[in-house]
Nanobody, 119 residues
Framework: QVQLVESGGGLVQTGGSLKLSCAAS????????VGWFRQAPGKERELLTA????????YTADSVKGRFAASKDNARNTAYLQMNSLKPEDSAVYYC????????????WGQGTQVTVSS
């Protein structure tokens, strides 16, 4: 069973940057897709980026394209979300999640980390 631990959230000013980490333990992620999501109060959960761990094929939502980028460190079994040019509307709880390649649903979730962007 894979477990995910997120870190890196916090308070940042408009235009600033943050880098979120998602450390996986339990097994290698070669058979997984890693997704980064966010959910703001009163809003639906939004998929921001997704990439296949072994092949690196990436999806990025239009709402964050050009500002957010996912990456990984194979040796650390850790995924990252680099967030630049942050806006107040980026304030949300951010989650990383896993799904097995070829499956529909993300079944393993991190605990979430709060990102707050002040205006």
């Amino acid at each position: 069973q894979v477990q995910l631990v997120e870190s890196g959230g916090g308070l940042v000013q408009t235009g600033g940057s943050l880098k979120l980490s998602c450390a996986a333990s339990g097994r290698p992620l070669t058979m997984y897709v890693v997704g980064w999501f966010r959910q703001a109060p009163g809003k639906e959960r939004e998929l921001l980026t997704a990439f296949t761990w072994s092949e690196g094929r990436t999806y990025t939502a239009d709402s964050v394209k050009g500002r957010f980028a996912a990456s990984k460190d194979n040796a650390r079994n850790t995924a990252y979300l680099q967030m630049n040019s942050l806006k107040p509307e980026d304030s949300a709880v951010y989650y990383c999640a896993l799904k097995v390649r070829g499956s529909q649903d993300y079944t393993t979730w991190g605990q979430g980390t709060q990102v707050t962007v002040s205006s």
